[in-house]
């Protein structure tokens, strides 16, 4: 397989990242959706609202205390339609791909890095005969990759993450990253190297179970269809076969992403104390202050995405394996 599995996989990955920024876009901005509630004012003496209210008893002066006067809802949670529909009146209709340098870069160094070891793992453990690899080896080999490409490609998915999330900040509190060479060496003056590292720990998580959920249950789909003769091995079956490992490796990853995205975009200024002390802390503070549901916030642009990124990616994939055959 060799270099050939890495430029495979990795144009295959470019042409689905691009395709489907949009939807992960939307993704992002759901993911991030009620992660600043206002706090509730606090209550206030009567006296200092209607001084008629207040009272004294016998033992001396006493205050009453009243709720506040106007509580502030927590903004209404909009699903994907009607967040993709805000983003094109507000933003234009450009929004809608801020940040798809960071994807091509991110597809470049995380993707190609996974697909690649992972085809190299799969070939040197397959068995000689069948070429065929247990279901337990292409869990470990996307494991492997996943982990390997998520600390690779770390930087530019930190940048895609941002320029994403951009447009739903005040304008004040924006960014503004040209691209993704500019957030990258932004990121560095200012923050740190080590920002470009931040959430590194849940990218290489999250890769690691989207790696092997998603390209081993492909092949394992994929070699179940094709030993029963269900379909022919073309376009059906690998369409068929990537929609499943596409909803497999949304399920298994949302919670996982829903941190990750909200660690990266997290804003540390110096003084002051970041939102998150770190992976945990920002899952407990998400889950007590929203819910357990909320790590799946995202999850139907994510499906919407994931599985159209997975049939994409597979299809070209299996398309660029022809074309290469040759080579």
Not at 235 to 259: E, Q, R
């Amino acid at each position: 397989m060799g270099v050939k599995g890495f430029v495979e996989g990795g144009i295959a990955s470019i042409v689905a990242g691009c395709s489907t920024h949009p939807l992960d876009l939307i993704k992002v901005r759901m993911q991030l959706q009620g992660e600043k509630g206002l706090p509730a004012p606090a209550p206030q003496p009567i006296h200092s609202l209607r001084p008629a209210f207040a009272f004294h008893s016998h033992s001396g002066s006493a205050t009453m205390l009243a709720p506040p006067p106007h509580v502030v809802a927590p903004p209404p949670r909009v699903g994907p339609i009607s967040v993709g529909v805000k983003i094109f009146q507000t933003e234009g209709v450009a929004a809608l791909f801020s940040g798809v340098s960071a994807t091509v870069l991110r597809q470049t160094l995380y993707s190609t890095t996974r697909m690649g070891l992972y085809e190299v793992l799969k070939t040197k453990w397959a068995d000689p005969g069948s070429g065929n690899l247990p279901l337990g080896q292409k869990l470990l080999a996307g494991l492997i990759a996943g982990g390997v490409g998520a600390a690779v490609g770390n930087p530019a998915d930190v940048a895609m993450v941002r320029m994403q999330a951009d447009g739903r900040l005040p304008a004040a509190q924006r960014r503004n990253y040209k691209n993704v060479v500019d957030a990258i060496s932004r990121m560095a003056k200012q923050e740190g190297v080590t920002s470009l590292w931040r959430g590194s720990g849940l990218t290489v998580n999250r890769a690691m179970i989207v790696t092997a959920s998603q390209l081993a249950s492909y092949d394992q789909i994929k070699e179940a269809i094709l030993e029963r003769h269900v379909m022919a091995d073309g376009l059906g079956t690998h369409v068929t076969a990537s929609f499943a490992a596409g909803f497999v490796a949304s399920v298994a990853s949302n919670p996982v992403d829903v941190i990750k995205t909200r660690v990266m975009n997290m804003k540390v200024e110096a003084g002051r104390e970041a939102p998150y002390s770190g992976a945990l802390d920002c899952a407990l503070k998400t889950v007590r202050a929203e819910g357990p549901m909320a790590l799946y916030k995202g999850f139907i642009p994510t499906i919407s995405r994931q599985g159209p990124f997975t049939v994409v990616l597979f299809v070209t994939l299996e398309q660029l394996r022809k074309v290469f055959k040759e080579f």
